[in-house]
Every structure is written in C-alpha cells, then in structure tokens.
C-alpha cells in the first residue's frame, strides 16, 4: 500500500487539522472560499492540503489580520 501524498506523510503540508483551523479562520472573518482559494493560487498552491507549512502561519495571518 504506497502513501497518495507522500510529501504530506514526510511532514511538508500542513495537517488536515490545520487546513480546518485555516477555514475556521476565514469563516470568523466572513472570507468566502473563492478569495481564499484565489490567495492561494499567488503561491502555486492549488489546494489547502497543498499549503507547505513553510507558508501556513503567513496565510493565517492574512486572513486573520487584513480582513478585520
């Protein structure tokens, strides 16, 4: 049985808990999925559990902190 994403399994991506945390935050702030999807797309990052954990807390901060 080989690993679908093994990127993810090496510990790259962010977690799936984090992908929620991430949409929770974006709820809070009223951020509909599109704009987070097309912020995503400035950094080549096609899905949320594509999110490197590298860029993870910057998008966070995004969205937590320019949609107040």
Partial sequence: AGV?????????YISDKQAKR??????????????????LSRFAIA?????PKSLYEKICDHFEKDNE
Avoid: Q
């Avoid at 991430?22 to 912020?39: F, T």
């Fill in 47 to 51: 899905s949320t559990s594509k999110i």
């Fill in 22 to 39: 991430l949409y929770a935050i974006c709820k809070s702030k009223n951020v509909p999925d599109m704009e987070l999807h097309e912020y």
């Fill in 4 to 12: 679908d994403r093994p990127e993810r399994a090496w510990g790259n």
